[in-house]
């Protein structure tokens, strides 16, 4: 049978009751005498006896608990936040043939982010070398598309003072881990239990990785010619689209290949995005704070909705998803969803992000 808390008003009538009924000849209910301040400040106290057990028990549930109780309770699981990590990647530089660059040149993002070749290489006969580089300070900034140009902070005889992210792109970086990413962790934990390889245990083990948020895991995938456990993720906090970049993949393999089951053949991948443009006629109010809600839920919707199709489970983004997003975005009234124009089956590896929205 549950127990409810009472509220102080019910404690002070109990009190006033009780001083009644054991002090003869007395009336706690009546003010001003110092019966009832006695019972008033006795209710007080019991009311703060309450309180603490209230707060002592929502802290031993996972998803209620707060921020130093959760830690608490991920550490007996050998759970802890993830830490920052340093964004890496190649980078392209040019310049006279057969000239070497050294590790220690740093480097730097018009926008001041700055970087520093951590192994170094030589230029070929083209004049081309390609060296890695990492972020000097950790942290989900540093990541960077392929093609972003950067500037060397100090020059280096016959080497070009710009250089080129590679077309794998430069990442790995992520902010510490946000408490209620580790709660997510924790409580998938919990309700999916190590079970020796199945597909959950692929997703807790990438989920380790800090900066991946969604995972999806096809046990039966036939890739490369050869039948395989499919593994794609996502990394929506770290990347405007979420997708990985090619340097996140490969640390991702590494990482499963240190973990999985023996003789279990893994095939890891990005996946494909398709972007899905949305436009909307006929919207009721049609003002800036409307619009503005409405991109919120959608991108709420994509990211909480959206899936990779796979081959044994093909994802199908329905329409309605989309009307039912803008439908409960705040202020609106009505609307007509003008595109997508109808349901969307997706092939395998390939994922709904969101695009753009037009009003008409």
């Known amino acids: 049978m549950p127990f409810d808390t009472p509220t102080l008003d019910q404690i002070a009538l109990r009190t006033y009751q009780a001083m009644r009924a054991n002090l003869k000849g007395s009336d706690a209910a009546l003010y001003p005498n110092n019966v009832h301040v006695s019972a008033k400040v006795m209710a007080g106290a019991v009311f703060e006896g309450f309180s603490l057990l209230n707060y002592i028990a929502r802290q031993h549930i996972v998803h209620l608990a707060d921020e130093p109780w959760l830690l608490k ?13 340093f964004a890496e990647g190649k ?18 993002r018009s926008d001041g982010i700055n970087y520093v070749i951590i192994v170094g290489g030589k230029t070929d006969n083209a004049g081309e070398a390609t060296v890695t580089v990492r972020a000097v300070e950790a942290g989900k900034a540093g990541n960077a598309a392929a093609a972003v140009s950067l500037s060397l902070s100090e020059s280096v005889a016959q080497i070009s003072g710009t250089a080129t992210v590679h077309a794998d792109g430069i990442g790995l ?10 709660r997510a962790r924790l409580l998938f934990r919990l309700r999916n239990p190590p079970h020796g390889g199945a597909a959950h245990d692929y997703i807790a083990w990438l989920r380790e990785i800090n900066g991946v948020t969604r995972v999806f895991v096809d046990p039966v995938t036939a890739l490369n010619g050869r039948t395989s456990v499919g593994i794609w993720f996502m990394m929506d906090d770290s990347y405007p689209n979420g997708i990985p970049q090619a340097a996140d993949v490969a640390y991702a393999d590494n990482y499963l290949d240190s973990l999985r089951p023996a003789g279990a053949i893994l095939a890891i991948a990005a996946p494909t995005p398709i972007t899905v443009n949305v436009t909307i006629d006929n919207l009721t109010p049609d003002t800036t704070a409307v619009r503005t809600a409405i991109e919120s839920e959608l991108r709420a919707m994509f990211r909480r909705e959206m899936r990779v199709s796979t081959s044994t489970n093909p994802f199908t983004a329905y329409r309605s998803l989309f009307s039912e997003a803008i439908a409960i975005a705040t202020g609106e009234r009505s609307h007509t969803l003008v595109a997508p124009a109808s349901d969307v089956l997706y092939t395998m590896g390939q994922i709904p992000v969101f695009g753009t929205v037009t009003y008409t």
Do not use: W, Y
């Not at 000239?99 to 730097?108: K, L, N, S, V």
């Not at 970086?173 to 580790?182: F, H, K, R, V, Y």
């Open 73 to 85: 309770k991920a550490h007996d699981f050998g759970f802890a936040q993830l830490p920052p990590s």
């Open 91 to 108: 980078v392209v530089m040019t310049g006279d043939a057969n000239i070497t660059i050294p590790a220690g040149i740093q480097m730097h």
């Open 173 to 182: 970086g992520a902010d510490t881990e946000s408490i209620e990413s580790l």
